[in-house]
Structure formats: structure tokens, C-alpha cells
């Protein structure tokens, strides 16, 4: 399973645009699933295509979906991608996945906004 260093990496590379352009799929939410399939972080990223990017790279555990269940997530972070300079909000199942989340940035993402209870 990769860790979230590794598919915020990932995520980087797509913004930087060093990624093919796979179909699009619906929905620009990335939420990732425990093995029980209970949510347990969402990305919202720019746009369908970018989410799918993303997809293709993260494993079983991480789908796009055309709907947001930001609001039932306990905390929030945002991201900053660099290049190309895109923020991302990121939403956790509670703070204490939040932090161990964003404790370490992969090289181009910058934590810009902490962890913080919703």
C-alpha cells in the first residue's frame, strides 16, 4: 500500500503534468477507503482529469467520486502543489490522521494550512 507521501508525490507529478492522460472518470473527489471501507481522507482536486490521474496511481483503496463527503470528515488541511502552484483541500476521518498524514511533505507539496478540527 503506498503512504500518503508517496501519493501526495504522485499528485504533484500529475499537477506537474508528468503523467499520460488516462479516461476521464467521473468526479474530482479522491476518497480513500480503510479495508473496511470506511472513508478515511479526501483530496479535492481541480478537475475530473486530474482526480483520474491520481486514481490511476493510488491503488485499490483511493476512487473518485462526483460527490464531496468532505463534510462528514472530523478535520482539514490544505495543500499546496507546486509547480504548477495548485492549492488542494484535503479532509481526514479525525485530527490524529490529519497530522500523521501531513507530518512529512513529499518534495513540490507544502503544507499551507494545518491540520485543524472542522
Given at each position: ?19 499520460s492522460q488516462p479516461p476521464s472518470t467521473p468526479g474530482k473527489y479522491l476518497v480513500y477507503r ?85
Open positions: 500500500m503506498p503512504t500518503i507521501r508517496q501519493l501526495i508525490l504522485v499528485g504533484a507529478a500529475v499537477l506537474a503534468g508528468c503523467a480503510d479495508a473496511n471501507g470506511t472513508p478515511i481522507r479526501q483530496f479535492d482536486y481541480p478537475n475530473n482529469d486530474f482526480c483520474a490521474k491520481v486514481q490511476s496511481a493510488a491503488g485499490r483503496s483511493a476512487r473518485c467520486q462526483p460527490d464531496s463527503i468532505g463534510s462528514a470528515m472530523q478535520a482539514k488541511a490544505t495543500l499546496m502543489y507546486n509547480p504548477p502552484g495548485v492549492p488542494v483541500q484535503s479532509h481526514y476521518a479525525d485530527l490524529a490522521r490529519c497530522q500523521a498524514d501531513t507530518r512529512t511533505m513529499a518534495p513540490g507539496v507544502q503544507l499551507i494550512s494545518a491540520c485543524a478540527v472542522k
